[in-house]
């Protein structure tokens, strides 16, 4: 009979508002000029190789006005001063990268291109074990799929 599991006790982390690295800000209280990562996604803009100049704490501390918000589901908060237009590829970049894409998505034994990135080894063990492609794969799939049956 398995032993049960020991639950893990998570240490609770508080860390002083005052200690905090990074000025915070509750929701619907941020000033003007600075924006979320996907706030600035929408206006077109990156933040310029530059990084967050605030937090925007999530909703759960905003009952903890003296603790610095360490959840996951913070934001960091960008000045729009700094903000830089987003840089738009080249032609000869998306063909590069319109032919990375195209080579991770064809099969190199039957040429067929899906719509989604192929893990090979899988590949050949699900589309190409009929009888008549046997000789088309490698001994090691080939292996594999008799030790299936």
């Known amino acids: 009979?398995?032993?049960?599991?020991?639950?893990?006790?998570?240490?609770i982390k508080k860390v002083p508002?005052?200690?905090?690295m990074l000025e915070e800000f509750d929701r619907r209280a941020c000033p003007e000029g600075l924006v979320t990562r996907r706030q600035l996604r929408e206006r077109g803009l990156s933040p310029g190789g530059h990084g967050p100049v605030a937090v925007l704490r999530c909703?759960?501390?905003?009952?903890?006005?003296?603790?610095?918000?360490?959840?996951?589901?913070?934001?960091w908060l960008y000045s729009l001063e700094f903000a830089r237009p987003k840089r738009?590829?080249?032609l000869a970049q998306?063909?590069?990268l319109d032919r990375a894409m195209a080579a991770r998505s064809t099969c190199?034994?039957?040429?067929?291109?899906?719509?989604?990135?192929l893990k090979r080894?899988?590949?050949?063990?699900?589309?190409?074990?009929?009888?008549?492609m046997k000789g088309l794969l490698p001994?090691?799939?080939?292996?594999?799929a008799a030790a299936l049956r």
Not at 1 to 11: G, I, N, S, V, Y
Not at 17 to 20: G, K, L, P, Q, Y
Not at 139 to 144: I, K, Q, V
């Open 1 to 11: 009979m398995p032993r049960p599991r020991k639950k893990r006790h998570r240490e």
């Open 17 to 20: 508002r005052s200690d905090a």
């Open 59 to 75: 909703k759960y501390c905003a009952y903890r006005p003296d603790q610095a918000c360490i959840h996951p589901t913070r934001a």
């Open 88 to 90: 738009v590829p080249t």
């Open 94 to 96: 998306e063909e590069a």
């Open 108 to 117: 190199p034994q039957c040429r067929r291109r899906y719509y989604f990135c």
């Open 121 to 132: 080894a899988i590949l050949h063990r699900m589309q190409h074990t009929t009888s008549a």
């Open 139 to 144: 001994a090691r799939t080939a292996l594999y």
